[in-house]
């Protein structure tokens, strides 16, 4: 290429390799070791996330997102189970039927206007319980933060984890964006996992710095008495899986995770700030992460997206999505406010 491609908005996926995880997978490129996990380096990071999460945990670390929940929610139902989630969720939305594939389970989504689901929505499913003529309720799953950029708070965790549990279910939380959450909150990661409840946690690595990677984390370890044999039959076991072991040791170790979130939402905020400034740009979403919705006239919309890419989110309001990364920087977010400036007057 005669040039190197510009940071944009249209996703933290889209972003490159924080150095020092690229470092971590260089350093890990030694000698040999014994594949599929029975490695040092797989042994230090699932060590690291011991120290994070509580030394009772169970880590398994999967090729991506969405196997990780896949696999995560296959570990926790059976296929007359149903799965509890937003209208929004990314099992809902863009996992391409995935869930139901795999789990055998059908998807019960639940409209929201901010992307969080609450215990009065889910009330109405309890009718389903002993009647063998329905799928019953088993798993609520949340997205942390939400697709809509909105955070969870705690108190709304522990209600929707005590909910779940009085009525013999279990809370699910695809995690892609908790570093961007456990920052919004000013909260480790076990504040907003353990200690209020989730059962089963798919870990995000790279929407916050590296190559490829996520973990599930299992809080209630009786779900993971098979889930090696899932993880394997589910085509998620890495075989080389130094590469990614050594990339959340990077991530997990020296606060590494919380800088480049913290780094991520203050840019939103900052998008945000400047975006409200243009009078035809109205902020649709509270910034509660890295990522920023805004209502913007239909007929700009094009135009925009071929001189810097990004995704339409609800073609029905004209509301599109801005998502920022750890490698975002002030110059990028003031060229691209003026350049929409200038396409929109």
């Known amino acids: 290429m005669s040039s190197k491609p510009r940071r944009g908005f249209a996703s933290d996926n889209n ?39 509580g030394k009772d945990v169970e880590v398994y670390f999967v090729f991506g997102g969405t196997g990780a929940n896949v696999l995560g929610l296959k570990a926790a139902t059976e296929p007359h189970h149903a ?33 969080k689901i609450t215990v009065d929505q889910i009330l109405p499913f309890l009718d389903a319980v002993g009647f063998e003529h329905h799928v ?22 522990k209600q929707l984890s005590a909910f779940a549990h009085k009525n013999g279910m279990l809370l699910h939380m695809d995690g892609a964006r908790i570093a961007n959450a456990a920052v919004s909150l000013k909260a480790t990661l076990s504040a907003i ?45 890495p075989s080389k899986m130094r590469f990614v072991s050594a990339q959340f040791s990077a991530l997990l170790s020296n606060d590494l995770w919380r800088v480049n979130a913290a780094h991520a939402n203050s840019m939103a905020k900052l998008l945000a700030q400047e975006l409200a400034k243009i009078p035809l740009v109205e902020i649709s979403q509270q910034v509660e992460s890295n990522g920023v919705f805004a209502i913007i006239p239909k007929k700009y919309i094009a135009k925009l997206q071929k001189l810097s890419f990004f995704y339409t989110w609800n073609e029905q309001i004209s509301e599109v999505r801005f998502m920022t990364s750890f490698d975002t920087t002030a110059e990028d977010i003031n060229d691209f406010v003026a350049l929409i400036k200038r396409t929109l007057s």
């Open 15 to 53: 972003a490159g390799i924080h150095p020092k995880v690229l470092e971590a997978i260089a350093d890990a490129n030694a000698g040999h070791v014994i594949a599929y996990g029975d490695d040092p380096y797989t042994e230090a990071a699932v060590k690291l996330f011991r120290q994070h999460f």
């Open 83 to 115: 799965i509890i989630c937003a209208d929004t969720a990314h099992i809902n939305v863009d996992e391409c039927g995935a869930p139901e594939r795999f789990t055998g389970c059908k998807l019960l989504s639940l409209p929201t206007k901010a992307g």
């Open 136 to 157: 019953q309720p088993r798993v609520i799953s949340i997205s942390q933060a939400t697709e809509m950029g909105t955070v969870y708070q705690p108190r709304e965790l």
């Open 193 to 237: 996992t353990r200690e209020v409840g989730v059962d089963v946690l798919s870990f995000g690595g790279a929407k916050n710095g590296m190559m490829y990677g996520e973990a599930v984390i299992f809080f209630d370890r009786s779900l993971a008495k098979d889930f090696k044999y899932t993880r394997k039959q589910g085509t998620h076991l």
